[in-house]
């Protein structure tokens, strides 16, 4: 398994346009076979996703995928810095 945590922060004036993208995403993702877990944690201007994969060429196809590419592409000026993906490994 694939453990994925993303997190993003919104400009402030863009709130509600990210909180509309991200939803589309999440809701979107949880459809694809690969995808364990999918969930979105937010605070504020601050939206993080907990992701869990079954397998890399999961993640792949995930990554692939043209609504996350959308997102990303529609999102770049809406967020006050870039996009962080970790990809770890759970140890406890």
Known sequence: ???????????????????NLISHLVTETRKEAACIRYDLHTS??????WEEWKDQPGLD????????????KKTENLVSSP??????????
Do not use: G, R, W
């Open 44 to 49: 504020e201007n601050v939206f993080i996703l």
């Open 61 to 72: 196809l995930h990554n692939s995928q043209s609504y996350l590419q959308d997102f990303i």
């Open 1 to 19: 398994m694939i453990s994925i945590t993303a997190i993003l922060k919104s400009k402030p004036e863009h709130l509600i346009e990210v909180q």
């Open 83 to 92: 996009i962080q993906v970790y990809k770890t490994a759970q140890t406890l």
